[in-house]
């Protein structure tokens, strides 16, 4: 079965810093996802990309977090100045369409922010 | 606001007997109902889903799920657990069939095998 990729598995970053997670969606799909999960807490929506722009975002993806498909496989997440409280789990996703319509999710990237 | 609850935070129960996870959600319109499981250092698989028509929907590995509408409940169920089993499993509710755009999870359940 296709696979969406993600890169790295861990990722340890002090306050403020910028990390940029990085994620390969499976290659004929066209919608792109973002969710996080803090720990012990719910899977949570963060943004939806589609034809190259932001179709829909949660209160969490405020001016910090940005996203962007640079090259037409790789699709990523942006925090620009960590916080503490950004440590969780991100998991990428993408979606086919049709008629048999399924997201697929990555494997996550646990971030860390010390 | 759609919401999702899953009453069982941890749950164990020994190989070979029958698993039922819990799911209760709440949505404004027709939901479309998910299960995830998340095996350790493994990404959210899709167990199955429902959207329309039967509401005994049934999934790989041989899992099963109802959809209830009078009870709001989309519970799990396995017959006979195999150790390979033990993984979380996440109740999801969305807007769109594939899922997608905006889906609300549950905190999920921990599912231990004894052997």
């Known amino acids: 079965e296709p696979e969406v990729t993600q890169t790295p598995s861990h990722q340890v970053t002090q306050m403020g810093q910028e990390v940029i997670l990085r994620c390969v969606p499976i290659s004929n799909h066209l919608y792109f996802y973002w969710y996080r999960q803090i720990l012990g807490q719910k899977v949570e929506f963060l943004v939806s990309?589609?034809?190259?722009?932001?179709?829909?975002k949660s209160e969490i993806f405020d001016d910090q977090f940005s996203v962007e498909r640079p090259d037409g496989s790789n699709f990523t997440l942006k925090i620009r100045s960590t916080k503490l409280e950004d440590s969780a789990m991100y998991f990428c996703?993408?979606?086919?369409?049709?008629?048999?319509?399924?997201?697929?999710f990555g494997s996550g990237t646990q971030l860390s922010v010390l | 606001a759609q919401s999702v609850t899953q009453p069982d935070i941890h749950i164990t129960v020994s190989e070979g007997a029958s698993l039922e996870l819990r799911c209760n959600y709440s949505y404004g319109a027709t939901p479309y109902l998910f299960w995830y499981v998340q095996s350790p250092g493994q990404g959210l698989q899709l167990l199955l889903k429902y959207f329309s028509g039967d509401t005994l929907v049934q999934g790989i590995k041989g899992f099963e799920a109802e959809f209830k509408r009078s009870q709001s409940s989309f519970n799990l169920r396995k017959p006979s657990v195999h150790w390979s089993d033990a993984a979380e499993y996440f109740c999801?509710?969305?807007?769109?069939?594939?899922?997608?755009?905006?889906?609300?999870f549950g905190t999920g359940t921990q599912l231990k095998v004894e052997l």
């Open positions: 999801a509710v969305g807007a769109h069939p594939g899922g997608g755009n905006k889906l609300t």
């Open positions: 990309f589609y034809n190259n722009e932001i179709s829909e």
């Open positions: 996703a993408s979606r086919t369409t049709g008629s048999n319509e399924k997201l697929f």
